[in-house]
């Protein structure tokens, strides 16, 4: 964690309802526990350690929320992982907790919202997208498993005649509505969530990258600047973590994700677009992703690189895609764009495990992070308070790592993904 920045220009940080200017890790400090990084899980680790009463130091290499945290497509969709996955490594009852755990995550955040008054333009109802009759298949699947599970979100299929009562687009044969899923405003909620962290009496250093972690029985933290000592780790650094812990290093890999924002429009061409102002997204690898902003810009998100290059031009790349779904946005005005990698694991499963007994860490959300980080939060808070229950069913999943570093990783993730991405053209 070694790059010291301001945010990026994105939208966001435009639009950020305050920034942050923590001062710098300078000499020593103590505490219980001491966080590496100021995104999501951190924060939201932070937030439920004070709540308990513990003593807490965060430090962050540039600002909170400067990451995929303050940088990603705002949507905010219920489910920690495919219990599938989870049924076939470790049994039913790891499954049922698991499902348990993909609808408390979004539930997390929506109490957060409320309990500190954040502002960050929450809005609720979420459209997945039919490219194909199969998309159409699994959204039907996708109903009655949720109706055995009673969840308890209205969720509804759309077919292909109903469709422009939801999107302006004729490009799509058919949806899923959810309206328990929506979309905020990701930097200024985890902006808020700091702020009400500190409010608390958490220490939140800025501008101070970790040089050094001493895990074992006297557990500490280096900055070039200061040395926090502390009872507990937690690593919540993700795709930008890097080789801070060696003992993660590899475990995910960093994958580039890409948004642009439009000018504002007409309140009409709005709604046009989204009449319901609901969060998109198609059921491709490489997928589309849309919303309206509060001042009814189209954020359009997509073309996860895996291979490790950032495009020339962010625009140039996305407009196309955007112009294909919304031809009425051909002549609209760009005026933001931006990037940011997200943690990539190899089997789709966070991480979340142990590192010589007094360090944790979670990681790895592969682009599905705004629920899922804040619930990794609450289940690294859950752990230090003697709570393993969830912590365990994800501590015991085999996850695998490419050799290399990065620079075998991410060609080679990228030459997976590209197999998929013809499935999809097919």
């Known amino acids: ?95 049922k907790i698991a499902y348990e755990m993909g609808l408390e995550c979004r ?89 009400a962290a500190q409010g608390l009496g958490a220490r939140i250093f800025e501008r101070s990258p970790v040089t050094r972690i001493h895990n074992g029985t006297a557990p500490q933290v280096e900055t070039a600047t200061g040395t926090v000592h502390a009872r507990k780790i937690l690593l919540a650094g993700n795709a930008y973590l890097g080789k801070t812990e060696p003992k993660l290093s590899g475990a995910v890999i960093p994958a580039g994700s890409y948004i642009i924002a439009t000018e504002p429009l007409t309140p009409e061409l709005a709604r046009e677009l989204l009449p319901f102002d609901m969060a998109c997204c198609d059921q491709r690898v490489a997928l589309d992703y849309f919303r309206l902003s509060a001042d009814k810009r189209l954020l359009f998100g997509g073309m996860c690189n895996y291979s490790g290059r950032v495009p020339r031009s962010i625009t140039a790349s996305l407009r196309p895609n955007m112009v294909k779904v919304f031809p009425q946005l051909a002549d609209k005005r760009i005026d933001y764009e931006w990037g940011g990698n997200i943690a990539i694991s190899i089997n789709r499963v966070p991480q979340l495990g142990r590192i010589e007994n007094n360090t944790y860490y979670a990681q790895g959300y592969s682009g599905h992070g705004v629920a899922p980080t804040h619930l990794a939060g609450k289940i690294l808070a859950d752990v230090v308070a003697g709570d393993s229950e969830q912590f365990d069913v994800f ?32």
């Open 1 to 95: 964690m070694t790059d010291s920045r301001e945010h990026t220009r994105s939208y966001y940080a435009a639009t950020a309802n305050a920034a942050t200017n923590f001062a710098r890790l300078d000499g020593e400090d103590r505490c219980d526990v001491v966080i590496v990084g100021g995104g999501f899980t951190g924060v939201s680790a932070m937030l439920h350690l004070v709540e308990r009463g513990y003593d807490v130091v965060l430090l962050e290499a540039n600002r909170i929320g400067w990451g995929a945290s303050g940088r990603n497509g705002g949507q905010l969709i219920d489910g920690f992982v495919e219990q599938e996955k989870i049924e076939k490594r470790l049994g039913a009852g790891a499954a």
């Open 107 to 195: 539930d997390i955040v929506i109490d957060r919202i409320e309990k500190y008054s954040i502002d960050c333009d929450l809005k609720f109802g979420f459209l997945d997208l039919a490219l194909s009759d199969r998309d159409m298949r699994d959204f039907e699947k996708t109903i009655e498993a949720k109706i055995k599970a009673a969840y308890p979100h209205e969720v509804r299929l759309v077919e292909k005649k109903e469709m422009p009562e939801f999107i302006g687009s004729d490009r799509y044969l058919g949806g899923l509505v959810n309206r328990g899923n929506g979309h905020l405003h990701p930097l200024n909620l985890c902006i808020g969530e700091a702020l």
């Open 395 to 426: 501590s015991k999943v085999r996850h695998w790592r490419l050799p290399g570093g990065k620079w075998f990783a991410n060609p080679a993730l990228a030459l997976g993904m590209l197999y998929f991405r013809v499935k999809d053209w097919f």
